[in-house]
């Protein structure tokens, strides 16, 4: 049972022009969302968070947008730069007990912009 | 500011030998630390986590261990590798308590021939 979806393999864009990055997830009891970027052979890096209390986090060029009643969240990348092409993994976290130090991550999407 | 280790960089074995990968981390105390796979065209699979010294939780059965024998210390084990071992072994370390992101080590690309 996949409770992180992102049902876009791969999305590729013009420099300069926004990336919009999506996930969804089945799972209620998460509270807590993360965006990472991973480059070929090399561990994921943490890019920007946001918890449930909040609809928005932006952090420079970076923003995540949380729909909790479409239980959906999006990262948007404004404005994109080659050097952003990359995997980028949607992860959450619940708030259970046991499972509140487990990060449950999606596929993945690849990120290619385009100079 | 810390920093996390984890070696070796690639690793090929051959089936049914043991395998050993470390890691630690430096510029923090009490971590919750973790083991993940990263399998060919999947996400990142939760192995083992531990919350403390010689506190491990298993997330799903396997050919594999793990122990945390200090405190920044965490071991990824095996005393016979199969081929469906083969992956990218990725150590990652959180600040214990409250909604704190995950950081990952740049991984170990395990290849069991």
């Known amino acids: 049972d996949q409770q992180v979806k992102q049902n876009s393999p791969s999305l590729s864009v013009q420099e300069g022009r926004i990336s919009i990055l999506n996930c969804d997830y089945t799972?209620?009891?998460?509270?807590?969302f993360l965006w990472y970027k991973k480059y070929p052979a090399e561990g994921p890096t943490f890019l920007i968070s946001?918890?449930?209390?909040?609809d928005k986090n932006e952090d420079g060029r970076f923003t995540v947008f949380l729909n909790k009643s479409a239980k959906h969240l999006s990262l948007h990348i404004v404005p994109s730069q080659p050097g952003d092409s990359a995997v980028y993994f949607c992860?959450?976290?619940?708030?259970?007990?046991?499972?509140?130090?487990?990060?449950?991550f999606g596929k993945g999407t690849l990120l290619t912009v385009n100079p | 500011s810390q920093t996390i280790h984890q070696w070796p960089a690639t690793l090929v074995q051959p089936v049914g030998s043991p395998l050993s990968l470390e890691c630690t981390v430096e510029?923090?105390?009490?971590?919750?630390l973790y083991w993940y796979r990263q399998a060919a065209g999947r996400g990142l699979q939760l192995l083992f986590y531990?919350?403390?010294?010689?506190?491990i939780s298993s997330e799903v059965p396997q050919n594999l261990s793990a122990s945390r024998p200090q405190d920044r210390q965490f071991i990824l084990s095996s005393k016979k590798l199969l081929l469906s071992d083969s992956g990218f072994y990725l150590c990652?370390?959180?600040?214990?308590?409250?909604?704190?992101?995950?950081?990952f080590g740049n991984g170990t690309r395990l290849t069991v021939t």
């Open positions: 990652a370390w959180s600040r214990a308590g409250g909604n704190s992101p995950l950081h």
């Open positions: 799972n209620s009891m998460f509270d807590y």
């Open positions: 946001i918890s449930s209390i909040k």
């Open positions: 992860a959450a976290r619940g708030n259970s007990g046991g499972s509140n130090y487990k990060l449950t």
């Open positions: 510029g923090t105390s009490n971590p919750n």
């Open positions: 531990s919350v403390g010294i010689g506190q």
